[in-house]
């Protein structure tokens, strides 16, 4: 006996459980055949559904040399999965099974329920790509009906909902139908019945008006490094996807916050502007080590991002296409509270998720309405996230591309100045012509969006390379007031706080940052080690240098910090590191330059690179 499987990967299973070898058009032959009312096709209808792009005698041919290649592979089994005749294929049902069975199943309503969800979760034909238009239609269609029977079984269940174990089947069905088919009123007003009411629902009364939101979405799959090969697509509803906790010590308070999200995920069903990533999806999402590339390939614009550890329940709310953090706290889940306060931490995390939604929706909308200059925009971002000189020139192209679309777009403006600032860095030559550049573009942001964070902290970053350290820390300030948990403005304001002789706060604030983000970029380990080293942590200095995957910007740090503990071997190689990237460099021409509000800063960073050899 062999089984088909067809959800997942389609392949062909022997009893024991060995894949067999066969050709992918064979077992797309087989999946076609199976799942049709007849298990026997003409071969005139087999080779249009293969190969309906090409010529009929071509196609033709193309057939026989594919069931000659069967025949090979079938040629040892006592019993053949395939008849042949001149005119016609038959598959022997007495030999091949499949996981489309499952639909043709009997059983109690439950049991079928979760037969069917359990296999339509794993998605049919998943590892194929269509060759032809007509395969690619064939398997929607297939997809479709499915849903549809996944829909009628649902429906089926509802009179065994007070089951032992029901409702939770029940609720999985249902927030996997509405990941397919947000718009289904019956079954979001199901789901919500069986949550005993959305405390969502009761204070956002006119959820409803919100059904018009929409957001583009890349079909293709495109992660934002790849973004120059995107092009606009249809409009859709933003999806959102809530990771399941992740914790370092598994412990029975994990099962709880697994439970605990799963709650969130069926409260925040109640609104119509937002799509949300069945349970299921987002668990393989959490496992992939890829995780930036699937969000991508799944066309999320939102993640929550939890994770459980001896404090709580940590949440941070992401925007995917700029990666930023919208919001983020913590939650109490302590063994003796958590059970009885499950319910009412989900509502305050559902509540809290779709506040920040909402706020979010105009800044989305807003960059969503100018797809040509959004697009050019996330071009440039995704570049800005090496420092080279080579990047941040092909950046700032792409922000003058994305203004010459639209020319008060602010986003872009923001990309502009930083991209000034970071070749005023990269060069250490002290063109204050590129912070002067740095400031306008600053400017032009904040007077076309003064309520953006984005604008405030390039100005804040600008005005601290050309030495008003006051206004720097001002700006920032209130960049860090307006997005409280946008952790590029945090570190941007640590950064400064290092250049204010307040290494101590400046500390405190970049862990904060990196807390937010941990897969932390290299500038905010950066600023870390600057921050360590005029507290004369020097080890620590040096081990967030470690940490960075592109040392290039710090190898000057590294050099004054390795010196400052005597490890000369260590100096030497960092101080060789950054003479081969900047040979021109000159200590005491830098030190006029790079503001410090204090002196003692610069007389111990003076110390460090002349013992450094410098």
């Known amino acids: 006996m062999l089984h088909l499987q067809t959800f997942g990967d389609l392949r062909l299973i022997e009893t024991n459980g060995d894949p067999v070898r066969y050709p992918i058009k064979g077992l797309l032959m087989m999946a076609h055949i199976y799942a049709g009312a007849s298990q026997e096709l003409s071969r005139y209808e087999l080779a249009q559904f293969l190969w309906n792009d090409v010529e009929a005698d071509l196609a033709r041919l193309n057939l026989r040399k594919l069931l000659s290649r069967i025949r090979e592979t079938d040629g040892g089994r006592a019993e053949m999965p395939f008849d042949f005749t001149a005119t016609t294929v038959r598959l022997n049902t007495q030999v091949v099974s499949s996981d489309l069975d499952i639909f043709r199943a009997g059983g109690s309503p439950l049991e079928r329920l979760n037969a069917i969800a359990e296999l339509t979760q794993r998605g049919f034909i998943g590892n194929i790509k269509p060759a032809t238009k007509l395969i690619d239609a064939w398997i929607r269609a297939q997809r479709d009906a499915q849903a549809l029977q996944l829909r009628q079984a649902l429906l089926d269940a509802l009179p065994d909902a007070q089951k032992p174990g029901a409702a939770r089947t029940i609720s999985s069905a249902a927030l996997q139908i509405l990941e397919r088919d947000p718009k289904d009123e019956q079954v979001r007003a199901l789901l919500h019945r069986l949550s005993g009411g959305s405390s969502l629902n009761e204070r956002l009364p006119n959820g409803d008006d919100h059904a018009r939101v929409q957001v583009k979405r890349s079909e293709t799959g495109e992660t934002p490094a790849d973004i120059e090969r995107i092009s606009p697509m249809p409009l859709i509803l933003p999806r959102l996807v809530l990771l399941p906790p992740t914790s370092k010590h598994a412990d029975a308070g994990l099962a709880l916050a697994n439970a605990l999200i799963e709650d969130v995920t069926i409260e925040l069903c109640a609104l119509r502007n937002i799509s949300i990533v069945a349970p299921h999806t987002a668990g393989q999402i959490r496992r992939d080590s890829e995780k930036a590339a699937v969000v991508a390939r799944h066309s999320i614009a939102y993640l929550l991002d939890t994770r459980l550890s001896e404090e709580g329940l940590f949440a941070q709310l992401v925007y995917f296409p700029t990666d930023e953090i919208i919001w983020a706290n913590r939650f109490a889940m302590t063994p003796d509270i958590l059970p009885r306060q499950r319910r009412l931490i989900a509502q305050q995390l559902t509540m809290s998720v779709a506040r920040e939604l909402a706020e979010n929706e105009e800044e989305r909308l807003r960059f969503e309405a100018n797809p040509e200059a959004y697009h050019a925009y996330l071009v440039g971002s995704s570049l800005m996230s090496k420092l080279t000189l080579p990047h941040i020139r092909r950046a700032r192209k792409a922000f003058k591309q994305s203004l010459s ?92 706080l290092v250049h204010a002789s307040r290494p101590d706060d400046a500390l405190a604030k970049i862990k904060k940052a990196i807390l937010l983000n941990p897969i932390a970029p290299d500038a905010y380990l950066w600023c870390a080690a600057g921050a360590s080293f005029f507290l004369e942590q020097y080890e620590e200095a040096i081990a967030y240098v470690e940490a960075m995957k592109d040392k290039a910007p710090a190898h000057r740090i590294a050099a004054a910090s390795c010196a400052m503990i005597g490890d000369r071997k260590r100096a030497l190689f960092h101080r060789q590191r950054a003479e081969s990237i900047n040979p021109v460099f000159d200590v005491e021409k830098w030190l006029a330059i790079v503001p410090f509000k204090e002196h003692w800063q610069k007389e111990l960073y003076r110390e460090g690179l002349l013992k450094a050899g410098f």
Do not use: C, M
């Open 405 to 496: 679309h639209k020319a008060d777009f602010s986003p872009s403006f923001t990309g502009l100045a930083r991209t000034f600032t970071s070749e005023w860095l990269v060069t250490a030559q002290g063109n204050n012509e590129l912070l002067h550049l740095a400031e306008q573009n600053a400017l032009r942001a904040i007077e076309r969006d003064p309520a953006s964070a984005a604008g405030h902290r390039e100005l804040g970053v600008t005005k601290l390379y050309l030495g008003d350290v006051d206004a720097s820390v001002a700006a920032l300030h209130l960049a860090e007031e307006l997005s409280p948990h946008f952790a590029d403005v945090i570190y941007s304001h640590a950064d400064t």
